[in-house]
């Protein structure tokens, strides 16, 4: 039992080294800044995640020389993504410039198990600060807003930035930016907090960054941002050292606004404007690829074009793909990604064709171009890629049919849909069932008529003669079976016999016997009816006096004979009746 | 015996006449064929023609009238014979095809109508096959009936059940359908133009006018004018022998060509 224990440790212990040297094997270091443009009294947070390790390592940074660094701390992360276990630390660092100017911090060197790792390197620009802030620094609590450039071309994205300093407690922020005609503006990238220091007060600092469209030209007044909120403020007790005054805070609504600021839009100049331009502002670039570049006739080719840059990528366009004879291209969706980051709106399109030659030979794709306006330069430019060779060697027939076939698999099928060249009439029916007349009009009106009835005629008959034959069979069965049924149910009847029950049973069996059916008869209807139905009188006359003896007997309780006695009175009379009634 | 030799001669001689009808009926269908393909559109009408008053119409032979019509350039007179040949075959493909064709040369935008499911479902079928569905319906109906009379059983009554159901749809179908055969108000417009007037008369203010191919509905009629309803709220009064009635009946005859375009 000890052992096992023991190899349990030790099993998790190997495991546990083991898991460690694997995370540790593939270690990456990335150098990563909040703000990469700040004032002077701004601080940045720096943040070096070392990934593939758990264990704290100092990491070495260059150009660090520029800023007063504070450590933030360090925090570790596990993940575990599809079975895959991951790791990483980030040490955090605040940076405080020292002076104005453009910095590169990095590359961060860390040096894991002897293995040294770097980082990349990012650059800071330092600026003085505004005089806006600076006038406002007084107030605990102010807003100020600036734009990336007051003078702007139609369709140059324009970051419009607004900064929140408080220096006292404040709660539900709410921002209510400017609105007006011509400019829209569009929140990039999540806000930012750090600190700085205003006229050698510490401010807590929330910054927003919008990019802000124009689609007129023309000067534009944009009204001041407003910033609504709740300051907290401690209320003062009147005893002065009183243990609850930490508690008893109250908020009270307050709103600041920023200044306004002006923006100058201008038309894109007309002059050299090629004739490619779309409209395309910013800085973008366009490559293209092709793969495989030798491939045998009939067999399939991937054309890649990618545009990327940055600005108003909304407006990319579709590059067209000039038609090259024998070859048989087949066009795929363009994909187009745009991202929203502190830089500004980028992206990229990618668009792809497929190319199937039909004939061996040398052929030449390209140059694609893109034209768009250069505001770093202030001018139009024109990228293009190079020229793209493709070899085509001559392919078998059978091969080409095979080749072709994971192509189609993976474009849409291309359908034409079948158009009239003319329109005409089709020709007349000269086949001989033209004339065979159809079989309801072959009928005259009483044969349909005759149809139609025929089965309810039919099943009339049935019912009515079949079923009435049968009733007569089946009554003059049961009169047969008259007494017989009589005598059992006499028999069946439970001691004491009552004379109401006999009488009932006598009924029961006259009706059947003269095959009546209907209500009770009195004694001098049954009578009549058996003198009519050829009855000796004699026996109808003993017919009637025992009925009106069982009468007698059930209704007014005198009888002169006992039950046994009429039992068999009645059975004598019946054996008499059933021979003498005639069937 | 010498009676019984006479009826027997007689019999033979009705069917020997019926033979003789019958084949003066395909030799007047073929020449009607031939002049059709030779492009004597008149001489083929007047044969096709000369084919139905013989025997009973078939949708064939009112197809081939409309394309007679057609190929002369009469779309009005085309449309009526393809919508008489829709009455006896109308899952014809090539009918529908050009019953398409030529409604498509319709000067006059028709009113859309809403499809009922049922009723563009009993539009596939003629008169003939659902009263053999209705026939073969009710021999089942009452059939099942006597036999539960003998024999009353599970299997019985679940028939009687199921045939009951299709009795009285095919009943009801075939009830829409003669209804519909026996008092189609249709007609056609066959003249090129056809004045809609306010009353009949031809000093009656001029409402609108209808075209060659247009569908109308006829209502009574006044002497040589007749009630039409082209759409909803677009009704008056056409001239008789501008407009003909797709149902063929005595009662409606009374109109441009009599005799001769039945």
Same mark, same amino acid.
């Given at each position: 039992?000890?052992?096992?224990?023991?190899?349990?440790?030790?099993?998790?212990?190997?495991?546990?080294?083991?898991?460690?040297?694997?995370?540790?094997?593939?270690?990456?270091?990335? $150098?990563?800044?909040?703000?990469?443009?700040?004032?002077?009294?701004?601080?940045?947070?720096?943040?070096?995640?070392? @990934?593939?390790?758990?264990?704290?390592?100092?990491?070495?940074?260059?150009?660090?020389?520029?800023?007063?660094?504070?450590?933030?701390?360090?925090?570790?992360?596990?993940?575990?993504?599809?079975?895959?276990?991951?790791?990483?630390?980030?040490?955090?660092?605040?940076?405080?410039?020292?002076?104005?100017?453009?910095?590169?911090?990095?590359?961060?060197?860390?040096?894991?198990?002897?293995?040294?790792?770097?980082?990349?390197?990012?650059?800071?620009?330092?600026?003085?600060? !505004? !005089?806006?802030?600076?006038?406002?620094?007084?107030?605990?609590?102010?807003?100020?807003?600036?734009?990336?450039?007051?003078?702007?071309?139609?369709?140059?994205?324009?970051?419009?930035?607004?900064?929140?300093?408080?220096? +006292?407690?404040?709660?539900?922020?709410?921002?209510?930016?400017?609105?007006?005609?011509?400019?829209?503006?569009?929140?990039?990238?999540?806000?930012?907090?750090?600190?700085?220091?205003?006229?050698?007060?510490?401010?807590?600092?929330?910054?927003?960054?919008?990019?802000?469209?124009?689609?007129?030209?023309?000067?534009?007044?944009?009204?001041?941002?407003?910033?609504?909120?709740?300051?907290?403020?401690?209320?003062?007790?009147?005893?002065?050292?009183?243990?609850?005054?930490?508690?008893?805070?109250?908020?009270?609504?307050?709103? +600041?606004?920023?200044?306004?600021?002006?923006?100058?839009?201008?038309?894109?100049?007309?002059?050299?404007?090629?004739?490619?331009?779309?409209?395309?502002?910013?800085?973008?670039?366009?490559?293209?690829?092709?793969?495989?570049?030798?491939?045998?006739?009939?067999?399939?080719?991937?054309?890649?074009?990618?545009?990327?840059?940055?600005?108003?990528?909304?407006?990319?366009?579709?590059?067209?793909?000039?038609?090259?004879?024998?070859?048989?291209?087949?066009?795929?969706?363009?994909?187009?990604?745009?991202?929203?980051? @502190?830089?500004?709106?980028?992206?990229?399109?990618?668009?792809?064709?497929?190319?199937?030659?039909?004939?061996?030979?040398?052929?030449?794709?390209?140059?694609?171009?893109?034209?768009?306006? !250069?505001?770093?330069?202030?001018?139009?430019?024109?990228?293009?890629?190079?020229?793209?060779?493709?070899?085509?060697?001559?392919?078998?027939?059978?091969?080409?049919?095979?080749?072709?076939?994971? $192509?189609?698999?993976?474009?849409?099928?291309?359908?034409?849909?079948?158009?009239?060249?003319?329109?005409?009439?089709?020709?007349?029916?000269?086949?001989?069932?033209?004339?065979?007349?159809?079989?309801?009009?072959?009928?005259?009106?009483?044969?349909?008529?005759?149809?139609?009835?025929?089965?309810?005629?039919v099943y $009339?008959?049935v019912?009515?003669?079949?079923?009435?034959?049968?009733?007569?069979?089946?009554?003059?069965?049961?009169?047969?079976?008259?007494?017989?049924?009589?005598?059992?149910?006499?028999?069946?009847?439970?001691?004491?016999?009552?004379?109401?029950?006999?009488?009932?049973?006598?009924?029961?069996?006259?009706?059947?016997?003269?095959?009546?059916?209907?209500?009770?008869?009195?004694?001098?209807?049954?009578?009549?009816?058996?003198?009519?139905?050829?009855?000796?009188?004699?026996?109808?006359?003993?017919?009637?006096?025992?009925?009106?003896?069982?009468?007698?007997?059930?209704?007014?309780?005198?009888?002169?004979?006992?039950?046994?006695?009429?039992?068999?009175?009645?059975?004598?009379?019946?054996?008499?009746?059933?021979?003498?009634?005639?069937? | 015996?010498?009676?019984?030799? =006479?009826?027997?001669?007689?019999?033979?001689?009705?069917?020997?006449?019926?033979?003789?009808?019958?084949?003066?009926?395909?030799?007047?269908?073929?020449?009607?064929?031939?002049?059709?393909?030779?492009?004597?559109?008149?001489?083929?009408?007047?044969?096709?023609?000369?084919?139905?008053?013989?025997?009973?119409?078939?949708?064939?032979?009112?197809?081939?009238?409309?394309?007679?019509?057609?190929?002369?350039?009469?779309?009005?007179?085309?449309?009526?014979?393809?919508?008489?040949?829709?009455?006896?075959?109308?899952?014809?493909?090539?009918?529908?095809?050009?019953?398409?064709?030529?409604?498509?040369?319709?000067?006059?935008?028709?009113?859309?109508?809403?499809?009922?499911?049922?009723?563009?479902?009993?539009?596939?079928?003629?008169?003939?096959?659902?009263?053999?569905?209705?026939?073969?319906?009710?021999i089942g109906f009452w059939g099942i009936l006597i036999i539960r009379r003998f024999h009353r059983s599970?299997w019985s009554y679940?028939t009687f059940?199921?045939l009951? =159901?299709?009795?009285?749809?095919?009943?009801?179908?075939?009830?829409?359908?003669?209804?519909?055969?026996?008092?189609?108000?249709?007609? =056609?417009?066959?003249?090129?133009?056809?004045?809609?007037?306010?009353?009949?008369?031809?000093?009656?203010?001029?409402?609108?006018?209808?075209?060659?191919?247009?569908?109308?509905?006829?209502?009574?009629?006044?002497?040589?004018?007749?009630?039409?309803?082209?759409?909803?709220?677009?009704?008056?009064?056409?001239?008789?022998?501008?407009?003909?009635?797709?149902?063929?009946?005595?009662?409606?005859?009374?109109?441009?060509?009599?005799?001769?375009?039945?």
């Amino acid at each position: 039992m000890i052992i096992n224990r023991y190899k349990f440790y030790i099993t998790s212990i190997i495991i546990m080294f083991t898991w460690t040297a694997v995370l540790e094997a593939s270690s990456q270091v990335s $150098l990563h800044v909040d703000r990469s443009s700040v004032t002077q009294n701004d601080s940045i947070k720096m943040t070096i995640k070392i @990934s593939g390790t758990q264990s704290a390592i100092t990491p070495r940074v260059a150009g660090l020389q520029n800023f007063r660094v504070e450590s933030g701390g360090t925090s570790s992360n596990i993940s575990v993504v599809n079975g895959q276990m991951s790791s990483s630390i980030d040490q955090v660092y605040y940076l405080y410039p020292k002076r104005v100017g453009k910095f590169t911090i990095g590359p961060a060197i860390v040096n894991i198990n002897g293995k040294k790792s770097r980082s990349n390197a990012v650059t800071v620009t330092v600026s003085k600060q !505004s !005089s806006d802030s600076s006038q406002q620094s007084s107030n605990p609590v102010f807003v100020t807003v600036s734009v990336s450039d007051t003078k702007a071309y139609v369709g140059q994205t324009i970051f419009y930035t607004v900064k929140f300093y408080y220096s +006292v407690a404040v709660r539900n922020l709410g921002i209510v930016l400017p609105e007006g005609q011509g400019f829209l503006l569009k929140q990039v990238g999540k806000p930012s907090e750090y600190n700085t220091n205003v006229k050698g007060k510490q401010y807590k600092v929330i910054e927003i960054r919008h990019a802000l469209t124009t689609e007129k030209t023309g000067q534009f007044n944009i009204p001041p941002t407003v910033m609504q909120m709740n300051v907290l403020q401690r209320q003062r007790s009147r005893h002065s050292f009183s243990v609850f005054d930490d508690f008893f805070t109250s908020s009270r609504p307050h709103s +600041v606004q920023s200044k306004s600021v002006k923006l100058t839009v201008s038309p894109l100049p007309q002059a050299n404007q090629p004739p490619s331009f779309t409209g395309l502002v910013g800085d973008f670039s366009i490559q293209a690829s092709l793969n495989p570049k030798k491939i045998q006739s009939g067999e399939s080719t991937t054309l890649s074009v990618k545009i990327s840059g940055t600005g108003n990528v909304q407006l990319m366009p579709d590059i067209s793909m000039p038609e090259i004879k024998n070859i048989k291209v087949y066009s795929d969706k363009p994909e187009i990604t745009i991202n929203e980051t @502190s830089a500004g709106f980028t992206g990229q399109k990618n668009m792809k064709w497929a190319l199937v030659p039909q004939k061996e030979g040398q052929y030449s794709i390209g140059p694609f171009t893109l034209s768009y306006f !250069s505001t770093k330069e202030d001018q139009y430019k024109t990228v293009s890629t190079k020229k793209i060779d493709i070899m085509v060697t001559p392919g078998k027939q059978r091969q080409m049919q095979t080749q072709s076939a994971p $192509l189609n698999q993976n474009l849409p099928p291309i359908k034409k849909e079948v158009k009239f060249f003319q329109r005409d009439i089709l020709p007349v029916h000269d086949h001989a069932n033209a004339l065979q007349t159809n079989s309801y009009d072959r009928l005259s009106q009483w044969q349909r008529w005759v149809m139609f009835v025929f089965p309810p005629f039919v099943y $009339l008959l049935v019912v009515v003669f079949f079923f009435r034959k049968t009733r007569v069979k089946i009554e003059k069965l049961t009169a047969k079976k008259a007494l017989v049924l009589f005598n059992k149910k006499l028999n069946k009847l439970q001691a004491p016999k009552e004379v109401s029950e006999m009488l009932k049973l006598f009924y029961q069996f006259l009706s059947q016997r003269l095959q009546r059916s209907g209500g009770t008869l009195t004694p001098d209807e049954v009578h009549k009816i058996l003198t009519n139905a050829g009855i000796l009188p004699d026996i109808a006359n003993d017919a009637r006096s025992t009925l009106n003896l069982l009468e007698a007997s059930v209704y007014t309780g005198q009888s002169n004979q006992d039950i046994d006695s009429l039992e068999e009175t009645i059975r004598e009379l019946a054996k008499k009746l059933d021979k003498g009634i005639k069937s | 015996m010498k009676n019984i030799f =006479i009826i027997i001669c007689l019999l033979f001689m009705g069917v020997h006449d019926a033979k003789a009808e019958n084949g003066q009926r395909l030799n007047d269908f073929v020449q009607a064929n031939e002049a059709y393909a030779n492009g004597d559109y008149q001489k083929a009408i007047e044969l096709y023609h000369a084919v139905i008053q013989s025997g009973h119409p078939t949708g064939s032979l009112y197809f081939n009238l409309g394309n007679c019509y057609y190929r002369m350039d009469q779309v009005g007179w085309a449309i009526l014979f393809y919508e008489r040949a829709m009455r006896y075959i109308p899952d014809d493909p090539d009918l529908l095809f050009n019953l398409k064709h030529a409604r498509n040369q319709v000067e006059d935008q028709a009113e859309k109508k809403t499809s009922v499911p049922l009723k563009s479902t009993l539009n596939r079928f003629n008169l003939s096959e659902l009263f053999w569905c209705m026939m073969i319906c009710n021999i089942g109906f009452w059939g099942i009936l006597i036999i539960r009379r003998f024999h009353r059983s599970e299997w019985s009554y679940y028939t009687f059940v199921v045939l009951s =159901i299709l009795w009285a749809i095919s009943l009801f179908s075939f009830s829409i359908k003669w209804y519909d055969f026996q008092y189609d108000k249709r007609g =056609i417009v066959v003249s090129s133009k056809s004045i809609v007037r306010a009353g009949p008369d031809e000093r009656e203010t001029a409402l609108f006018e209808l075209h060659s191919g247009s569908i109308v509905g006829c209502e009574r009629h006044e002497g040589n004018w007749r009630l039409v309803q082209f759409s909803k709220g677009k009704r008056g009064w056409a001239k008789i022998d501008t407009i003909e009635p797709v149902r063929v009946d005595t009662l409606c005859m009374i109109a441009a060509q009599p005799g001769n375009k039945n």
